[in-house]
Protein backbone atom coordinates (compact mmCIF):
# COMPACT_ATOMS: atom_id res chain seq x y z
CA UNK A 1 0.00 0.00 0.00
CA UNK A 2 1.17 3.39 -0.78
CA UNK A 3 2.03 6.08 2.00
CA UNK A 4 1.41 9.40 2.15
CA UNK A 5 3.12 11.29 -1.11
CA UNK A 6 3.89 15.03 -1.21
CA UNK A 7 5.53 17.39 -3.78
CA UNK A 8 7.86 18.87 -4.29
CA UNK A 9 10.16 17.62 -1.49
CA UNK A 10 12.04 21.19 -1.74
CA UNK A 11 10.89 24.53 -2.66
CA UNK A 12 12.84 27.54 -3.02
CA UNK A 13 11.16 31.21 -3.74
CA UNK A 14 11.74 34.82 -2.85
CA UNK A 15 9.55 36.39 -1.25
CA UNK A 16 6.22 37.66 -2.79
CA UNK A 17 5.82 34.58 -4.97
CA UNK A 18 3.60 32.17 -4.87
CA UNK A 19 3.80 28.23 -4.11
CA UNK A 20 1.74 25.25 -3.81
CA UNK A 21 2.44 22.12 -1.91
CA UNK A 22 0.74 19.29 -2.95
CA UNK A 23 -0.16 15.89 -0.59
CA UNK A 24 -1.47 12.93 -2.24
CA UNK A 25 -2.82 10.28 0.99
CA UNK A 26 -3.50 7.09 1.73
CA UNK A 27 -6.46 5.88 -1.00
CA UNK A 28 -9.64 5.46 1.29
CA UNK A 29 -8.08 7.93 4.00
CA UNK A 30 -11.05 10.36 4.63
CA UNK A 31 -9.28 12.82 6.67
CA UNK A 32 -6.26 15.01 5.64
CA UNK A 33 -4.40 16.91 7.81
CA UNK A 34 -1.62 19.27 6.98
CA UNK A 35 0.75 20.79 9.65
CA UNK A 36 3.84 23.17 9.41
CA UNK A 37 7.45 23.02 11.52
CA UNK A 38 9.13 26.75 11.68
CA UNK A 39 12.35 26.01 12.20
CA UNK A 40 13.23 25.40 16.10
CA UNK A 41 9.55 24.86 17.14
CA UNK A 42 6.89 22.33 17.59
CA UNK A 43 5.18 20.88 14.70
CA UNK A 44 1.54 23.11 14.42
CA UNK A 45 -1.36 21.86 13.10
CA UNK A 46 -2.79 23.86 10.17
CA UNK A 47 -6.54 22.31 8.96
CA UNK A 48 -8.39 19.09 8.92
CA UNK A 49 -10.44 17.41 5.77
CA UNK A 50 -12.72 15.47 5.71
CA UNK A 51 -13.29 14.34 2.49
CA UNK A 52 -13.22 17.60 0.19
CA UNK A 53 -14.64 19.32 3.48
CA UNK A 54 -12.92 22.07 5.61
CA UNK A 55 -13.35 20.36 8.94
CA UNK A 56 -10.95 22.36 11.12
CA UNK A 57 -8.97 25.19 9.92
CA UNK A 58 -8.36 27.27 12.94
CA UNK A 59 -4.53 26.89 12.29
CA UNK A 60 -4.45 28.13 9.17
CA UNK A 61 -2.26 31.42 10.13
CA UNK A 62 -3.92 33.79 7.68
CA UNK A 63 -5.46 34.53 5.05
CA UNK A 64 -2.19 34.02 2.40
CA UNK A 65 -2.77 30.03 3.34
CA UNK A 66 -5.35 28.79 0.72
CA UNK A 67 -6.22 24.96 0.86
CA UNK A 68 -8.39 22.71 -1.31
CA UNK A 69 -9.19 19.01 -1.82
CA UNK A 70 -11.13 18.99 -4.60
CA UNK A 71 -12.87 15.75 -5.21
CA UNK A 72 -11.78 14.44 -1.31
CA UNK A 73 -8.69 12.86 -3.24
CA UNK A 74 -5.25 14.90 -3.44
CA UNK A 75 -5.01 18.43 -1.24
CA UNK A 76 -2.74 21.21 -2.35
CA UNK A 77 -1.92 24.25 -0.08
CA UNK A 78 -0.71 27.59 -1.83
CA UNK A 79 0.91 30.12 -0.24
CA UNK A 80 0.44 33.52 -1.94
CA UNK A 81 2.36 35.48 -1.21
CA UNK A 82 4.91 34.07 0.24
CA UNK A 83 6.68 35.67 3.14
CA UNK A 84 9.93 34.97 4.97
CA UNK A 85 8.05 33.58 7.96
CA UNK A 86 6.20 31.27 5.83
CA UNK A 87 9.71 28.97 5.88
CA UNK A 88 9.55 25.84 7.69
CA UNK A 89 8.43 22.14 6.89
CA UNK A 90 5.06 21.62 5.58
CA UNK A 91 3.18 17.78 6.58
CA UNK A 92 0.60 16.14 5.14
CA UNK A 93 -1.12 13.18 7.16
CA UNK A 94 -4.02 10.94 7.17
CA UNK A 95 -6.18 8.53 8.00
CA UNK A 96 -9.09 6.79 7.24
CA UNK A 97 -11.95 8.02 10.15
CA UNK A 98 -12.41 11.02 12.21
CA UNK A 99 -11.43 9.13 15.82
CA UNK A 100 -9.05 10.77 17.69
CA UNK A 101 -7.02 7.90 18.68
CA UNK A 102 -6.85 6.63 15.11
CA UNK A 103 -2.75 6.84 14.11
CA UNK A 104 -2.14 9.62 11.34
CA UNK A 105 -0.20 8.47 8.67
CA UNK A 106 2.31 11.22 7.78
CA UNK A 107 4.27 12.32 4.51
CA UNK A 108 7.82 13.18 3.79
CA UNK A 109 7.01 16.80 4.50
CA UNK A 110 8.30 19.42 1.89
CA UNK A 111 10.55 21.75 3.05
CA UNK A 112 9.90 25.69 1.88
CA UNK A 113 12.70 28.51 1.92
CA UNK A 114 11.42 31.73 1.28
CA UNK A 115 13.84 34.27 0.69
CA UNK B 1 -5.97 25.39 25.21
CA UNK B 2 -3.82 22.23 25.09
CA UNK B 3 -0.04 22.25 25.17
CA UNK B 4 2.23 18.90 24.86
CA UNK B 5 5.87 19.93 26.93
CA UNK B 6 8.80 17.69 26.06
CA UNK B 7 11.68 18.26 28.89
CA UNK B 8 15.13 17.77 27.01
CA UNK B 9 15.43 19.16 23.43
CA UNK B 10 19.01 16.87 22.83
CA UNK B 11 20.02 13.92 24.68
CA UNK B 12 23.25 12.13 23.48
CA UNK B 13 23.48 8.73 25.10
CA UNK B 14 26.04 5.76 24.72
CA UNK B 15 24.70 2.47 23.54
CA UNK B 16 23.13 0.50 25.50
CA UNK B 17 22.21 3.07 27.95
CA UNK B 18 18.60 3.01 28.77
CA UNK B 19 16.74 5.91 27.58
CA UNK B 20 13.76 8.11 28.90
CA UNK B 21 12.21 11.00 27.15
CA UNK B 22 9.84 13.14 29.34
CA UNK B 23 6.41 14.42 28.04
CA UNK B 24 4.32 16.73 29.67
CA UNK B 25 0.63 17.87 28.13
CA UNK B 26 -1.72 20.19 29.66
CA UNK B 27 -5.52 19.85 29.06
CA UNK B 28 -8.61 19.55 31.15
CA UNK B 29 -10.32 16.75 29.47
CA UNK B 30 -9.61 13.00 28.39
CA UNK B 31 -6.41 12.77 25.84
CA UNK B 32 -5.40 10.37 23.08
CA UNK B 33 -1.52 10.45 23.64
CA UNK B 34 1.39 9.14 20.92
CA UNK B 35 4.93 9.21 20.74
CA UNK B 36 5.92 9.53 16.58
CA UNK B 37 9.60 9.51 15.75
CA UNK B 38 11.45 10.42 12.89
CA UNK B 39 15.07 8.59 11.60
CA UNK B 40 16.91 10.14 9.22
CA UNK B 41 15.48 10.96 6.02
CA UNK B 42 12.48 9.09 6.78
CA UNK B 43 8.65 9.99 7.21
CA UNK B 44 7.23 10.43 10.79
CA UNK B 45 6.26 7.04 12.17
CA UNK B 46 3.84 6.31 15.54
CA UNK B 47 6.02 4.75 18.17
CA UNK B 48 3.16 4.35 20.36
CA UNK B 49 0.08 5.18 21.26
CA UNK B 50 -2.53 5.38 24.19
CA UNK B 51 -6.49 5.55 24.15
CA UNK B 52 -7.85 3.40 26.93
CA UNK B 53 -6.86 0.74 29.38
CA UNK B 54 -3.42 -0.56 30.61
CA UNK B 55 -1.29 3.01 31.10
CA UNK B 56 1.82 0.54 30.61
CA UNK B 57 1.72 0.50 26.43
CA UNK B 58 4.45 -1.13 24.19
CA UNK B 59 5.33 0.32 20.91
CA UNK B 60 7.74 -0.86 18.14
CA UNK B 61 11.42 -1.32 18.28
CA UNK B 62 11.38 -2.31 22.18
CA UNK B 63 9.92 1.12 23.27
CA UNK B 64 7.30 1.41 25.65
CA UNK B 65 5.33 4.63 27.77
CA UNK B 66 3.77 4.89 30.68
CA UNK B 67 0.65 7.20 31.06
CA UNK B 68 0.65 8.73 34.45
CA UNK B 69 -2.76 10.73 34.50
CA UNK B 70 -1.94 12.39 38.22
CA UNK B 71 0.98 14.19 36.26
CA UNK B 72 -0.25 14.43 32.93
CA UNK B 73 2.74 12.64 31.28
CA UNK B 74 3.53 10.01 29.04
CA UNK B 75 7.28 9.09 29.40
CA UNK B 76 9.16 7.39 26.76
CA UNK B 77 11.37 4.50 27.96
CA UNK B 78 13.58 2.14 26.36
CA UNK B 79 15.71 -0.18 28.73
CA UNK B 80 18.70 -0.40 26.38
CA UNK B 81 19.27 1.55 22.99
CA UNK B 82 21.34 1.40 20.27
CA UNK B 83 22.69 3.47 17.18
CA UNK B 84 19.79 2.66 15.30
CA UNK B 85 17.34 4.59 17.59
CA UNK B 86 19.43 7.68 16.51
CA UNK B 87 16.04 10.13 15.75
CA UNK B 88 14.21 12.88 16.55
CA UNK B 89 11.20 11.74 19.12
CA UNK B 90 7.75 13.84 19.35
CA UNK B 91 5.46 13.48 21.90
CA UNK B 92 1.55 14.30 21.01
CA UNK B 93 -1.53 14.62 21.99
CA UNK B 94 -5.65 14.59 21.01
CA UNK B 95 -8.86 15.43 23.17
CA UNK B 96 -10.91 12.11 23.11
CA UNK B 97 -13.49 13.87 21.59
CA UNK B 98 -11.79 16.15 18.94
CA UNK B 99 -11.70 15.55 15.24
CA UNK B 100 -8.30 14.01 15.62
CA UNK B 101 -5.61 17.07 15.54
CA UNK B 102 -2.95 16.37 17.22
CA UNK B 103 -0.83 19.05 19.57
CA UNK B 104 2.62 18.14 19.46
CA UNK B 105 5.68 19.17 21.85
CA UNK B 106 9.23 20.58 20.30
CA UNK B 107 10.52 17.06 19.83
CA UNK B 108 13.51 15.26 21.38
CA UNK B 109 16.73 15.07 18.92
CA UNK B 110 18.07 11.47 20.27
CA UNK B 111 22.03 10.75 19.12
CA UNK B 112 23.11 7.68 20.23
CA UNK B 113 26.90 7.12 20.04
CA UNK B 114 28.18 3.71 18.70
Known amino acids: EAGVTQFPSHSVIEKGQTVTLRCDPISGHDNLYWYRRVMGKEIKFLLHFVKESKQDESGMPNNRFLAERTGGTYSTLKVQPAELEDSGVYFC?????????????FGPGTRLLVL | AQSVSQHNHHVILSEAASLELGCNYS??????LFWYVQYPGQHLQLLLK??????LVKGIKGFEAEFIKSKFSFNLRKPSVQWSDTAEYFCAVNARLSTGKLIFGQGTTLQVKP
Open chain 2, 27 to 32: YGGTVN
Open chain 1, 93 to 105: ASKPTIQGFETQY
Open chain 2, 50 to 55: YFSGDP
